[in-house]
């Protein structure tokens, strides 16, 4: 039987047909995810060893600049710049803001609440994809989506013990919210994935995001350059930013986003091995028991969506 062809809204010009949606691939996806926790994890390092040389913004500003360069680079050679279009700037644009107000609102409760709380709550944004990606993408909500998205967060509780009797105040709210904006944008990159190729997603998102961020660093007149300290950092974090983003887009291009995100809870135990080896942080028996149970509720997602598949 022929596969059917859906119609994509556009913001300007004809209403444009979308690409076929290829097939569920768990483990496809699950390959595209190792590469989005690795450099997710590279652009950690990177930002704390810039803690104290540039403010926020700044860093991400740099960091999209950085990206936009590559992206003309490797899109001039391989001849896909010619893919980008317009007619889906309304969805690129609710993305782009939707991770920009995120990423902020991460970096501010960072700095007012126990980061073990802020880590928790931003962990709790798959399961926001899982309960919204029904509504937004019209995607199956199963029992088992459920039952992963709901172990793994057990597992992140595990490891993080955030809730040890501290109050819980705005930096909780602001890591609350930001769970829900990051989940916003994983949900609309699988929206665009279904119209538009990964250069054209690439391309906005590192030019409304430098947009945003040189206007933000901008707006008090104080903008610190780069330094020679400085500078092989900013590059790691645009390099390692731009690497997760495409990871991250080729996961959710082969697999629903309520299969996908769960899978980013690995990145925290990954983080705390990290910590040990590099920052001398102590790696408790809580990070290996909720480490596997994070990788029990991935390998069940997985196992689920491939017997569904066969």
Request: hydrophobic letters at 55%.
């Amino acid at each position: 039987m022929p596969r059917k062809t859906t119609i994509a809204a556009t913001a300007a010009g004809p209403v444009a047909p979308a690409r076929p949606v290829p097939d569920s691939n768990p483990l496809r996806a699950a390959a595209w995810m190792t590469g989005a926790v690795v450099a997710f994890t590279s652009m950690a390092v990177a930002g704390r060893e810039l803690a104290g040389q540039h403010d926020t913004f700044e860093i991400m500003a740099y960091r999209s600049v950085f990206g936009l360069c590559i992206v003309l680079a490797i899109g001039g050679l391989a001849g896909t710049l010619g893919q980008i279009t317009r007619r889906s700037l309304h969805v690129h644009a609710a993305r782009n803001i939707s991770h920009f107000t995120a990423q902020n609102l991460w970096f501010y409760a960072i700095t007012v609440a126990p980061l073990a709380q802020v880590i928790a709550l931003e962990f709790t944004s798959p399961l926001w994809v899982t309960l919204l990606a029904p509504l937004v993408l019209q995607e199956m909500l199963t029992r088992v989506r459920v039952l992963a998205a709901g172990l793994g967060f057990i597992g992140v509780l595990i490891v993080t013990q955030p809730f040890g009797g501290a109050p819980l105040g705005a930096g909780q709210a602001m890591a609350a919210a930001a769970a829900i904006g990051f989940a916003g944008s994983a949900l609309f990159t699988r929206l665009l994935t279904r119209t538009e190729t990964i250069t054209c997603i690439l391309f906005y998102l590192t030019v409304m995001q430098s947009v945003f961020g040189l206007v933000c660093a901008g707006i008090d007149g104080d903008m610190t350059l780069p330094t020679a300290q400085s500078l092989p950092w900013l590059a790691l974090v645009g390099l390692a930013g731009l690497t997760a983003h495409f990871c991250l887009t080729k996961a959710l291009s082969v697999a629903p986003a309520g299969i996908v995100m769960p899978m980013d809870f690995a990145r925290l135990p990954i983080i705390g091995l990290v910590g040990m080896i590099f920052y001398l942080e102590p790696l408790s028996w809580g990070v290996i028991g909720g480490g596997i149970l994070i990788l029990a509720a991935n390998w069940l997602n997985i196992r689920s969506e491939t017997a569904r598949r066969r």
